[in-house]
């Protein structure tokens, strides 16, 4: 297993709630990558944070947003949450800088929207 | 821009028979190929990654794959299939224009082996 853990396991919201999720990257790694992972689908790259700030996003509305912290954990926060927003979300560590980068992922969080 | 695609959504082994993934790749720049694998409920594991330095790569398990230029293709390939390996297998891409750190995932290979 990776040293990158995530919180909650398991969350059920109601569509136009509001949801955040933790990320706790692996010692050394100082950049966080965040994915969502619908059912029977490939990740897909929401948006990636290093020195506290996003480094790159996907096709993903404003309405997703995270936020870094200076120990490198890393949120991210999903506003008027819609049913399609249903999806594992996955947090991935890495050193900035390191040519063909791996990726170490955490264990995902759940996300239900009803 | 990259893309990954998985040519096939579900793939039936027996035991003991060989396994074989197919995945090709869509880069303009040198890229960096991994296999990931997902067991149901667990994260992402690394089974192993192309780096430019020998074209047939040896991971985890058992598992190589071959990166092949020619036909923009990374397959992923075991002897012999255990029941341990029943899992979802992706293919992904990233490329040194983004850095290496952005990944571009393929939509995944279900492995069944039967007993």
């Known amino acids: 297993e990776t040293g990158v853990t995530q919180s909650p396991t398991h969350l059920i919201k109601t569509r136009g709630q509001q949801v955040t999720l933790r990320c706790s990257s692996q010692s050394g790694h100082n950049t966080v990558s965040w994915y969502q992972q619908a059912l029977g689908q490939g990740p897909q790259f929401i948006f990636q944070?290093?020195?506290?700030?996003?480094?790159g996003r996907g096709n993903f509305p404003p309405r997703f947003s995270g936020l870094q912290f200076p120990n490198y954990s890393s949120e991210l926060n999903v506003n008027a949450l819609e049913l399609d927003d249903s999806a594992l979300y996955l947090c991935?560590?890495?050193?900035?800088?390191?040519?063909?980068?791996?990726?170490?992922f955490g264990p995902g969080t759940r996300l239900t929207v009803l | 821009a990259q893309s990954v695609t998985q040519l096939d959504s579900h793939v039936s082994v027996s035991e003991g028979t060989p396994v074989l993934l197919r995945c090709n790749y869509s880069s303009s720049y040198s890229p960096s190929l991994f296999w990931y694998v997902q067991h149901p409920n667990k994260g992402l594991q690394l089974l192993l990654k192309y780096t430019s330095a020998a074209t047939l790569v040896k991971g985890i398990n058992g598992f190589e794959a071959e990166f092949k230029k020619s036909e923009t293709s990374f397959h992923l390939t075991k002897p012999s299939a255990h029941m341990s390996d029943a899992a979802e297998y992706f293919c992904v891409v990233s490329d040194r224009r983004e850095n290496f750190n952005k990944f571009y995932f393929g939509s995944g290979t279900k492995l069944n082996v039967k007993p």
């Open positions: 991935a560590s890495l050193k900035q800088g390191v040519v063909h980068n791996e990726q170490f």
């Open positions: 944070y290093y020195r506290e700030e996003e480094n």
